[in-house]
């Protein structure tokens, strides 16, 4: 960046006259009048673009004037890490000044909206792919979504896609049960463990039994999961419906997904917290049970209440942080 760089912010709508007089005010010209001849010899009235620019006193007429007619406005970074959920997404935006929050959230859940961009599913929720985008200030929120969405599919590529098909998978699928992967996990080496417990279950026909599918649905979440949250009629609950919920609850990243496609080939039916952000994980109920007597029923006793948040499977729900 130039020591001596300002940004200037071209309201839309202005005339190429406002436009010379806002770069003089701003010593970025020296006569409005002859850069205004320049505009017009270039043919350059009602040709600028909007937006936010950044320009110094160093540059010559015609290089500011080509910024300006080919909208080489100034582009903010907005990073969406992994696992986060739309309203999240949009309060991230908002918070940077992009695009509009409330405009965000509908635009997500407009079908119409969604369809155009060629998805079949009610809400974008797991279709935004996390990552570091440049945004230009004032972006509509439908530019955004649409970058996010384009992003996924960038992503996702032919391999992905064909593994889909040998798994017999909807993408919907793929990003609902990765949503699920991402929310119980930190830890990148786990996740195709994880994947396979899940996998495993459905198999078999168990409940995913997953606590942030549970959240996901409740109207409002205090931070603390109780037993009657267990039993909450939500299509989201896992502990009642047996399969996937009805779609993402987080919007995953690329490790989650590739877990999702590529579950480790292990038996696991249950996993338990060892409160280090890792888990132990059982193939049997007698060998799950003894994992949490070891890491949540003994540091209980002991008045050592662990962060845990995820102790799925029968037999674990009595040690559950919070499960009140």
Do not use: C, W
Request: aromatic share 8%; net charge positive.
């Amino acid at each position: 960046m130039h020591p001596l760089s300002k940004v200037v912010v071209i309201p839309d709508g202005s005339t190429f006259q406002q436009v010379a007089a806002l770069l003089e005010r701003e010593g970025l010209i020296k006569n409005r009048f002859s850069f205004v001849l320049f505009g017009k010899s270039q043919s350059a009235d009602r040709k600028v673009h909007a937006g936010e620019y950044e320009l110094n006193p160093g540059m010559t007429p015609a290089e500011i004037l080509a910024m300006l007619l080919n909208g080489h406005v100034l582009l903010h970074p907005l990073t969406i890490p992994e696992g986060l959920t739309i309203v999240q997404i949009a309060d991230i935006v908002s918070q940077q000044g992009l695009a509009d929050r409330v405009d965000f959230l509908r635009l997500a859940k407009d079908r119409e909206f969604i369809a155009s961009l060629g998805i079949k599913a009610e809400s974008l929720e797991g279709y935004l792919y996390p990552d570091t985008y440049k945004f230009p200030r004032g972006v509509k929120a439908r530019e955004v979504l649409a970058a996010m969405v384009e992003q996924l599919r960038e992503v996702v590529g032919p391999d992905l896609l064909a593994r889909m098909q040998e798994r017999k998978m909807t993408m919907h699928e793929v990003l609902t049960l990765a949503s699920v992967i991402e929310k119980e996990t930190g830890s990148g080496s786990e996740r195709p463990e994880i994947s396979a417990v899940f996998h495993n279950r459905l198999k078999k026909r168990i409940p995913l039994q997953s606590d942030p599918t549970v959240i996901y649905g409740l109207p409002a979440f205090d931070g603390n999961i109780h037993k009657k949250d267990l039993s909450s009629p939500s299509p989201y609950n896992t502990y009642r419906v047996q399969g996937l919920p009805p779609g993402p609850i987080a919007n995953p990243g690329i490790q989650a997904i590739r877990a999702t496609l590529y579950p480790s080939d292990s038996r696991s039916l249950y996993f338990v917290s060892k409160n280090d952000g890792t888990h132990q994980f059982s193939a049997t109920l007698i060998e799950h049970n003894k994992a949490v007597e070891k890491y949540q029923k003994r540091p209980f006793r002991r008045g050592t209440r662990s962060q845990t948040s995820i102790v799925p499977g029968e037999g674990a729900l009595a040690y559950k942080e919070g499960v009140s």
